[in-house]
């Protein structure tokens, strides 16, 4: 069994101690103990004498946490970053690593899943979030609700800028899905998260569904008998996904309520970019005093504060994995409050652990909140429910279960594609509405990966089906046209265009981005194929496919 592993995650502690990142740390030390060696590469914020780029070795609880300053959190440049898998290389190889079980990468790259399998080593990813078919991975659209369509990534932003190219969202899409399908192992702390995935259409591998549990040896039970003041806790990054206007919407009709007044407190700990507005709040008579800012604690001080408290609530709009902060409301017999929606829904027993409420819907956040003051004992029966349940929630169950996921862990086999390696210097205007509708064309079990040639290395070319050449002020790069002639793989580009001459035998002509769809679409019924000689006999069945009726025509003017 393999022993040596390496976790890899966009933050890490004590920089940042989000929910990922406090599972990431817990994990690697759990492991570590069980006698694993355990070494941690994590991004960091890159500031002056650190910039992006830059690695430095820093010590975390006897871990050795080698943290690099990341390039971007932009969705143009937060998902591929040669860089940073040069440095993944460079750990891999001098520390003998046999696993990498990734967290979030976000800003380090998913180029870096595909790196470690090229090294031998077995993958693991846990989905902390929709990353993997969401460019801002919270499915969130810009009205707020939540996106039930994954083909539908170009509404919220239609093209990301790659070499001074604006191409479609969709080429970053289906490379990190591409990526994700190179790791033998996902996992999702939540039935609701694997659904999400599966029903996406977009990732192919079932996640295996593994909680991540919470500590209960480092978290005391402390349930608080209610008094006269029932005490409401919201920790959370403070932005509006997390539902913090709607929060402070419910705090201010209760706080109108002059029967509520000294009975009720909300305190809000945490950082984000609505900090200004929640300390604004805090301060403003309209609330009299009952609501209040803690800033940003370690998770030693958010425990303690959550032992304190009544009520743990969470007023997310997006739909949550497995929130930390109710899994510890769980472990010290805290009554909880959440959106309906998500992973809450496994962590909530509604009417006996805690309330829920429709997520956005700040006058029900209101009446839920309303409820715990009314009813003296309501916040002390729901928090000792949790505490008679939190062994279901040990994290020493589900580091069990992890550890034997990973002796177990085997090489999973190429799941077939189609890819597509897309170029061009000036794309056409009507291009990111044609990929967009392209799923429209897709058919069969063997999904469409639109990929853009620079994030393309070895196995990329390997799979490579066609290289779309969608035009520009110029001809296709001759480097680029002599792999793809190299590799056998056919070159899609406009009719009359130098680089169809360039292509020769192996060239195929389109007049019109719908031509072109056809063309990629008609891939599917083309077989896979398997060295050159397969290949440019599916480049000719592929060219079969696409060309006009009058091809096949006879006559005494070009008999056959």
């Known amino acids: 069994m393999t022993r040596n592993i390496l976790v890899v995650a966009n933050h890490f502690p004590p920089e940042a101690i989000g929910g990922a990142e406090v599972v990431a740390h817990r994990q690697a030390l759990a492991l570590r103990q069980r006698g694993f060696e355990v070494t941690v590469l994590a991004g960091a914020i890159p500031r002056e004498g650190f910039e992006s780029g830059a690695l430095r070795v820093d010590e975390v609880d006897g871990l050795t946490v080698y943290r690099l300053a990341v390039q971007s959190h932009s969705p143009d440049g937060n ?29 380090l790259g998913a180029n870096l899943i595909a790196e470690a399998r090229s090294l031998g080593c077995r993958t693991v990813v846990t989905l902390h979030d929709h990353w993997g078919f969401c460019f801002k991975n919270t499915r969130l659209h810009a009205d707020g609700q939540v996106c039930s369509n994954a083909e539908d990534c170009g509404s919220c932003l239609s093209t990301i800028v790659q070499s001074a190219t604006a191409i479609p969202i969709r080429l970053r899409r289906d490379y990190v899905a591409w990526c994700l399908e190179q790791a033998d192992l996902l996992i999702s702390p939540s039935a609701y998260m694997a659904d999400a995935y599966e029903q996406s259409g977009v990732i192919r591998r079932r996640a295996t569904v593994l909680s991540n549990g919470v500590n209960n040896d480092a978290i005391p039970v402390s349930i608080v008998a209610s008094d006269d003041e029932v005490s409401f806790v919201a920790f959370a990054y403070l932005g509006e996904h997390k539902g913090i206007p709607v929060l402070l919407k419910a705090a201010e009709r209760l706080a109108a309520e002059p029967a509520l007044q000294g009975r009720w407190s909300l305190t809000i700990a945490g950082h984000g970019h609505l900090e200004p507005e929640v300390r604004q709040a805090a301060a403003d008579k309209r609330f009299k005093g009952a609501l209040r800012y803690a800033g940003r604690l370690k998770h030693e001080e958010a425990l303690a504060l959550l032992g304190e408290s009544d009520v743990a609530v969470l007023a997310s709009v997006w739909p949550e994995n497995e929130p930390v902060t109710m899994l510890e409301a769980i472990s010290t017999g805290t009554a909880q409050l959440a959106s309906r929606l998500g992973g809450n829904l496994e962590l909530v027993d509604e009417d006996a652990s805690g309330l ?47 550890e034997q996921v990973l002796a177990a862990l085997e090489p999973e086999p190429d799941l077939e594609e189609i890819v597509v390696l897309c170029v061009g210097d000036a794309p056409p205007a009507d291009l990111p509405l044609a990929i967009q509708n392209l799923y429209g064309m897709e058919a069969g079990d063997r999904p469409i990966r639109l990929v853009w040639h620079e994030w393309a290395g ?83 069945r592929l060219l079969n496919a696409g060309a006009a009726r009058s091809s096949f025509l006879l006559s005494s003017k070009q008999p056959a």
Not at 79 to 107: K, Q, Y
Not at 506 to 514: D, K, V
């Open 356 to 402: 829920m409420f429709p997520a956005g819907d700040a006058k029900a956040l209101a009446a839920a909140m309303r409820r715990f003051i009314l009813e003296p004992g309501l916040a002390t029966s729901f928090g000792a429910y949790n505490a008679a349940r939190r062994e279901r929630f040990a994290e020493r169950e589900s580091i069990d279960r992890l």
């Open 458 to 540: 070895i196995d990329l070319w390997r799979q490579a089906r066609l290289v779309w050449f969608w035009g520009g002020d110029g001809r296709l790069d001759p480097t680029l046209l002599s792999r793809a002639l190299r590799y056998g793989v056919p070159v899609l580009a406009p009719e009359g265009s130098p680089t169809l001459a360039a292509a020769g035998v192996m060239g195929a002509p389109y007049r019109s981005l719908l031509e072109a769809m056809a063309w990629i679409a008609s891939l599917q019924d083309v077989p896979s194929m398997d060295g050159f000689r397969a290949r440019a006999g599916s480049g000719a």
């Open 79 to 107: 998902f591929h970053w040669p860089a940073a898998a040069a440095r993944l290389r460079a750990i891999v190889e001098s520390c003998g690593v046999d696993i990498v079980h990734f967290h979030n990468v976000t800003g």
